[in-house]
Structures are given as C-alpha cells and as structure tokens.
C-alpha cells in the first residue's frame, strides 16, 4: 500500500539580485514549519536546515525507527540512542553528491545485555530502513554499544 505525505515549499525572492534569498520554508498540514535554506557553502543561511542536512537526518532517523522496531520485537531493551550522524558531500566523476552518511549512534542498553544481538540488529535495520532504500550513498554503520 502506497503512502504520500505532501509538502509545499515557499521562497519569495529575486534571482536577477545577484546574492538573491537562498531562504524557504516548508509546511506541511498539522506540523510545525521549518526553516530551510542551502548550506552556508553555497551563500545560504547556517541557521536553517539544508537538503544536506535533511538527507542525512532522514536517514539517520529512519534507521534508529526502524532499530527500536526490530529490537521490541526480539525483545531487546534499549534505554537510550543519540547518534552523532553525518551526511559526507562529496564531487565524484565531474557530479556533487551526497556520497556517505555516517551513523554514530551511542546506543545504551541495560546490564547483560547481548551487545552482539544489538549490533546485529543495528545492521540489520539498515536493511529494511525505508531511506536507506531510497537513496544511493553509502551508509556507514559504526554503532557503539554500552551498558547502563
């Protein structure tokens, strides 16, 4: 079963300014907006999400959702993740792309926990992460497990 989530993008502005308003906003119904803009590399505001960032936050986002599901299902108790992700832009063959994302999760589990289950469902997320599917950079898996 397919599923849509629609967005609108708005930028008002004048491209004949040669140091025109990279800012936008997007929205989406019942959500709040966000403020969004192109990387400070490319004249836009550092304040503000860019698509680089919102690919690897996607990303990152996808595979921690996708972890949590699976290790509730083995039943495996997870008590905390915070990854330090990180979305590698790169020009390969003439073409500027995101070339690797970097998954760093600290994922904290309670005492005698099976660190090797973790990890083996940490990758195997990676698997059935709807993102990760989607796109064509690498993914780099370096989980750090630690009992709580």
């Given at each position: 079963m397919a599923h849509s989530y629609p967005?609108?993008?708005?930028?008002?502005g004048n491209t004949l300014d040669g140091t025109y308003n990279r800012n936008a906003t997007v929205t989406?119904?019942?959500?709040?907006?966000?403020a969004?803009?192109?990387a400070a590399e490319y004249a836009g505001d550092a304040s503000r999400?860019?698509?680089e960032d919102l690919l690897g936050s996607a990303l990152a986002?996808?595979?921690?959702l996708t972890?949590?599901?699976?290790?509730?299902?083995?039943?495996?108790?997870?008590?905390?993740?915070?990854?330090?992700?990180?979305a590698v832009l790169d020009t390969v063959d003439k073409v500027t792309r995101i070339t690797q994302v970097?998954?760093?999760?600290?994922?904290?589990?309670?005492?005698g926990t099976s660190m090797a289950k973790v990890v083996e469902l940490f990758g195997?997320?990676?698997?059935?992460?709807?993102?990760?599917n989607s796109v064509t950079c690498e993914t780099v898996l370096e989980p750090r497990v630690i009992e709580v």
């Open positions: 967005l609108t993008l708005t930028w008002t989406s119904a019942g959500k709040h907006p966000l969004v803009s192109s999400w860019n698509p986002t996808c595979h921690m972890f949590l599901a699976l290790c509730a299902k083995a039943k495996v108790e997870i008590r905390g993740y915070e990854d330090r992700a990180e970097h998954l760093r999760p600290v994922i904290r589990v309670p005492q195997k997320a990676h698997k059935y992460c709807f993102v990760a």
